[in-house]
């Protein structure tokens, strides 16, 4: 993270800030001590700083990156989720585990809150763009860099640009709270980050019938078992598959025809969030991995089937909630795997 590298004194130990600061999470072990009074501050740019129970954060996931507790919601989320999907489609790939967003701490050498205390910054690939270090970029790069703060009307910021120690890894909302030109800049790019929304309309699912093989047939052998039909996974669509989709859809007073299409899916799947567990869980997992969220699939709805379901429905314009419902499903199952992920 970008400021953590240097902090220096005045600075509590980490369970004295903890008691003080009332649960606060802070990364690197020392933090200015005239931050922990800061409760009711704001950051340096103006916003006011918290916790993930006093700010409104919302997650984010851009490529194979996710920013562990999130960056501020709405117009924030919207801005800085479009600067990262740029920068990862643009500079360089962001990497899983190198990018950061909301965290309470104050500034490294400093008592003033980071930016990150309020989730109106965030880092991109930390290792590769070092605090203090210039040039981590080279000029092709720098130049999108320059062209995605065009974009944003000097409503974004680049540690690059800062007068004193460089900060190339560091973007932030460079307006106060209420300023309308990142109201007018959210509005611009849209709600899904500037990616292109798909147009709104029915879900739809891909119809699947014996003969057929693959990623669906493993997710609707899956699901059958989780309603109580024994089969085994193979992936393949053969007799005792069929036979298995004929007695649900009896069961469900769907026309028997053995083919899973868009009746029997929506009465098929089974929405699924963190605490689920069993096969249709099992089902979700593969399909992530198929989508190149790769995960071991163990039955268990954990916190990193969450963050990757998230991460699913970020990526592909659908209400990142992380809950496994129908339109995630349909998702899930009737778009083809992205090889670029
Ligand atoms: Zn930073």
């Not at 918290?50 to 194979?64: E, K, M, R, Y």
């Not at 030109?181 to 790019?189: K, P, V």
């Not at 393949?236 to 899916?265: N, Y």
């Not at 990526?315 to 990142?320: D, V």
């Amino acid at each position: 993270m970008c400021e953590l590298h240097e902090i220096e004194s005045p600075a509590v130990t980490r369970r004295t800030l903890l008691r003080g600061a009332g649960g606060l999470l802070v990364g690197g072990g020392t933090i200015a001590a005239t931050a922990t009074a800061a409760h009711a501050a704001t950051s340096q740019n103006g916003w006011p700083a918290g916790s993930s129970s006093t700010i409104p954060l919302s997650s984010l996931a851009v490529g194979g990156a996710t920013f562990p507790a999130g960056v501020r919601s709405d117009d924030v989320h919207v801005v800085l989720g479009y600067v990262a999907r740029r920068f990862d489609r643009e500079v360089e790939a962001l990497v899983k585990g190198w990018c950061w967003g909301h965290s309470y701490r104050a500034i490294s050498g400093s008592t003033a809150l980071s930016n990150h205390s309020s989730g109106t910054a965030i880092d991109l690939n930390a290792p590769r763009h070092p605090l203090g270090r210039s040039g981590t970029f080279t000029a092709t790069q720098r130049s999108h860099i320059r062209s995605i703060l065009g974009a944003c009307d000097g409503v974004v910021r680049w540690g690059g640009d800062y007068s004193g120690r460089r900060d190339e890894m560091h973007f932030e909302i460079n307006v106060r709270p209420g300023d309308a030109r990142l109201a007018a800049l959210a509005r611009r790019l849209g709600g899904s980050g500037g990616e292109p929304a798909p147009a709104p309309g029915p879900v739809t699912w891909t119809t699947v019938r014996r003969g057929a093989g693959g990623f669906r047939v493993t997710a609707i052998q899956h699901l059958l078992r989780q309603r109580g039909h024994s089969l085994t996974v193979d992936g393949t669509f053969g007799p005792t598959t069929e036979s298995r989709v004929l007695s649900f859809q009896r069961s469900r007073g769907l026309a028997a025809d053995g083919i899973v299409g868009p009746k029997t899916w929506p009465a098929l799947v089974v929405t699924v969030r963190r605490g689920s567990g069993g096969q249709a869980v099992v089902a979700v997992q593969k399909l992530l991995t198929h989508h190149g969220y790769r995960m071991t699939a163990d039955g268990v709805f954990g916190p990193m089937t969450a963050t990757k379901v998230q991460a699913f429905q970020q990526s592909h314009a659908l209400s990142a909630d992380g809950v496994v419902g129908p339109n995630t499903w349909a998702g899930l199952t009737s778009l083809t795997r992205n090889p670029g992920q």
